[in-house]
C-alpha cells in the first residue's frame, strides 16, 4: 500500500462526511440556508423532502460511519480499510455510468 493511500483514504472520507452532514441537516431543516446545496439537483431533493426527517436521519448516520472510516484510515487500521473500500467501490463503478455519453442523460430527448 502507498504511504499516501491511507491519508488519501481518510480525506476522502472526512469530505464525504461534511457533504454527508450538510445534506441531512438540510432535510431535516427544510427552507433553511443550506437548501442551496440543492440547487443542481432539485428533482432529487423533490424526491427525498416527503421523508425528511428520516432522509435526514440515515445520512446524518452515514456520516457518522464516514468520520469512522476516516479515523481508522487516518490510523492505518485494517478495520478503516475495511469500511472505506466498499464505497470506493460503488463510487467507481458508478461514476462512469453517470457521465459516459453512451447512457443519455434522465430527462434529455433523443433526436
Known amino acids: 500500500m502507498a504511504r499516501a493511500t491511507p491519508f488519501l483514504l481518510a480525506f476522502f472520507s472526512a469530505a ?22 440543492w440547487r443542481m439537483a432539485e428533482s432529487k431533493h423533490a424526491l427525498l423532502l ?11 448516520l452515514l456520516a457518522i460511519v464516514a468520520v469512522v472510516a476516516s479515523v481508522g484510515c ?9 469500511m472505506r473500500l466498499p464505497g470506493s467501490r460503488q463510487t467507481a463503478s458508478a461514476t462512469p455510468r453517470r457521465f459516459s455519453p453512451a447512457v443519455p442523460l434522465r430527462g434529455s430527448r433523443a433526436s
Do not use: C, K
Open 74 to 82: 487516518y490510523r492505518r487500521r485494517r478495520w478503516g480499510w475495511g
Open 50 to 60: 416527503p421523508y425528511g426527517g428520516l432522509a435526514g436521519s440515515a445520512f446524518l
Open 16 to 37: 464525504a462526511a461534511i457533504l454527508l452532514v450538510v445534506t441531512g441537516l438540510s432535510l431535516l431543516i427544510p427552507g433553511g440556508p443550506l437548501d442551496a446545496i
